[in-house]
């Protein structure tokens, strides 16, 4: 689902932009799914082959509320579109929520992420 929306960007400026609504439907244990999105590689593995993102430091592999991850980030694995940066600013494992801003002045200018595991029935799960 695709929606207009107004937006504020990292400057302050208002803007209008793009909701779209996403969702997937898992067989698995909610606690799995939570623990594997805590992993870039779970990322890496999800945006292949449309992304490739190469870390540009030694941060941990792991996503933690206030932290930000900077990579080199490849379209279709080998179209370099330089630096990208995550900004986790949110990961709440009561409501099963991840936040985060992301951008890249070559091809995002402003990204919001917004992750949400609920369970749909009994032994499935929503990424939305």
């Given at each position: 689902m695709i929606q207009?929306?107004k937006?504020?960007t990292?400057?302050?400026?208002k803007?209008m932009?793009?909701?779209?609504?996403v969702?997937?439907d898992?067989?698995?244990n909610i606690?799995?799914?939570?623990?594997?999105?805590?992993?870039?590689d779970?990322?890496?593995e999800?945006?292949?082959p449309k992304?490739?993102?190469?870390?540009?430091?030694?941060?941990p592999m792991l996503w933690k509320?206030?932290?930000?991850f900077?990579?080199?980030?490849?379209?279709h694995?080998?179209?370099?579109?330089g630096?990208h940066?995550i900004?986790?600013?949110k990961?709440d494992?009561a409501?099963?929520?991840?936040d985060t801003?992301e951008?890249n002045?070559t091809?995002?200018?402003?990204?919001?992420h917004?992750?949400?595991?609920s369970?749909?029935?009994?032994f499935?799960y929503?990424?939305?």
């Amino acid at each position: 689902m695709i929606q207009k929306v107004k937006l504020t960007t990292r400057e302050g400026k208002k803007v209008m932009g793009c909701r779209i609504t996403v969702t997937s439907d898992f067989h698995s244990n909610i606690e799995n799914i939570w623990n594997k999105i805590h992993d870039i590689d779970t990322l890496r593995e999800i945006c292949k082959p449309k992304a490739r993102f190469i870390s540009c430091d030694d941060s941990p592999m792991l996503w933690k509320e206030g932290k930000s991850f900077v990579f080199k980030l490849f379209l279709h694995g080998f179209l370099p579109v330089g630096r990208h940066t995550i900004n986790v600013v949110k990961m709440d494992k009561a409501s099963r929520e991840i936040d985060t801003e992301e951008y890249n002045d070559t091809v995002i200018k402003e990204f919001f992420h917004k992750f949400q595991i609920s369970r749909s029935h009994i032994f499935n799960y929503r990424l939305i």
